[in-house]
């Protein structure tokens, strides 16, 4: 008998822009023409929201539709030469996810 479940993802945001910042800081970014500005509040969260996004894997695309999730953690962030910064994040879907999986076609 199971009488406790959860489905949660592990993952990196490598784009640094306003909806990825908003999004994983759970705070607004205040834009001029030089630069934007932002706090991070570590308690603070975007809330619950849907949330859609792909795995490839070769030539097959996984598809992962969550219509209730919030980010519930957030990993280190990743500075390094050369690289894209990574935001790693935990996300929490509060409903069955939905999957379509282009190697399950018939």
């Given at each position: 008998?199971?009488?406790?479940?959860?489905?949660?993802?592990?993952?990196t945001l490598i784009q640094t822009n306003v909806d990825?910042?908003?999004?994983?800081?759970?705070?607004?970014?205040t834009q001029t023409s030089e630069h934007g500005t932002?706090?991070?509040?570590?308690?603070?969260?975007?809330?619950?929201?849907?949330?859609?996004?792909?795995?490839?894997?070769?030539?097959?695309?996984?598809?992962?539709?969550?219509?209730?999730?919030?980010?519930?953690?957030?990993?280190?962030?990743?500075?390094?030469?050369?690289?894209?910064?990574?935001?790693?994040?935990?996300?929490?879907?509060?409903?069955?996810?939905?999957?379509?999986?282009?190697?399950?076609?018939?």
């Amino acid at each position: 008998v199971i009488t406790s479940a959860k489905i949660s993802y592990q993952g990196t945001l490598i784009q640094t822009n306003v909806d990825v910042i908003e999004t994983v800081f759970g705070t607004a970014v205040t834009q001029t023409s030089e630069h934007g500005t932002y706090e991070i509040d570590p308690s603070a969260t975007s809330g619950r929201m849907a949330w859609v996004f792909e795995v490839v894997d070769g030539a097959e695309i996984k598809r992962i539709v969550i219509e209730e999730g919030e980010i519930v953690e957030l990993g280190e962030t990743t500075y390094a030469t050369g690289e894209p910064i990574g935001y790693a994040i935990t996300l929490e879907a509060y409903t069955n996810p939905t999957v379509y999986d282009t190697a399950l076609k018939s």
